[in-house]
């Protein structure tokens, strides 16, 4: 049984948490809280597994009241305002539900809730706080397959596994993605994109991160990918034939 706390300021909000909670057979109602500052004061005295979170609300968000935690469970964010996205899995959220929202959307996120908790657990594991503390952990080296990226006045969901390359542009990015024919261009450092992509993304250059996994040639200091090829920076060259020797199969 995974134990949770409900957060929303509005009444009706959490009412409907706390029903779509009681319909999950694996979630357990701990409390419900209208206020942040409500729910601090019963986690200091309690623990949880997770928390069911409004953003927007009054004296204390949300997202400052999941930050200010030393040991925050895991967290569903929920709020009627999708430029809180980006910063919602900053945090390491393991779902954002955007209101309105149904219950299939919840059983998703309550899904993801099990599955996270899942992997921060081990045999003989007795105390919460033990548990807490393996999940953090757990939390800090989860990657998602999914991202969030803001362009123009929009916040688009975008596939790992569909990115084809990175490209710099200035202080922007170009995030090429599999069956689109123009870019997404986000605000956003190349150290930052870097951090956020899993181990099957390199940087090549100081102007390219490659999929590894789209590259169909290496020919004279150039990837190619279908229809563009990539050039490999002097510094990145080590670490690129590093990865071909472990991949390459001749004599």
């Keep these: 049984m995974l134990r949770c706390l409900a957060i929303d300021d509005e009444p009706l909000a959490l009412q409907q948490l706390v029903a779509y909670i009681s319909k999950v057979p694996f979630l357990q109602l701990a409390a419900q809280c209208q206020s942040a500052l409500e729910a601090r004061k019963f986690l200091e005295q309690d623990t949880v597994d997770a928390i069911f979170c409004d953003i927007n609300m009054p004296d204390l968000n949300g997202m400052d009241f999941v930050k200010s935690l030393a040991v925050p469970p895991l967290v569903v964010f929920t709020t009627a305002y999708s430029e809180y996205a980006v910063e919602g899995f900053r945090v390491n959220a393991v779902d954002y539900l955007l209101k309105p ?23 003989g594991q007795g105390a919460r706080s033990k548990e807490q503390g393996v999940r953090s952990k757990e939390q800090e080296m989860y990657r998602d ?31 090429w993605v599999e069956g689109e024919s123009k870019p997404i261009i986000t605000l956003l450092s190349m150290k930052k994109m870097e951090e956020r992509l899993p181990d099957y993304f390199m940087r090549v250059h100081r102007s390219y991160i490659v999929n590894l996994h789209k590259i169909q040639e290496v020919n004279k200091n150039r990837v190619f990918l279908d229809d563009v090829d990539i050039p490999i920076g002097d510094i990145y060259k080590e670490a690129f034939q590093a990865y071909l020797d472990t991949k390459y199969l001749g004599k």
């Design 145 to 175: 397959d999914t991202l969030f990226l803001k362009t123009d006045y929009r916040i688009v969901k975008v596939s790992i596994p569909n990115i084809r390359y990175v490209e710099a542009m200035s202080e922007y990015l170009k995030v």
């Design 101 to 123: 929202f149904g219950l299939q959307d919840f059983q998703r996120a309550a899904n993801r809730l099990k599955d996270r908790l899942s992997e921060g657990r081990s045999e």
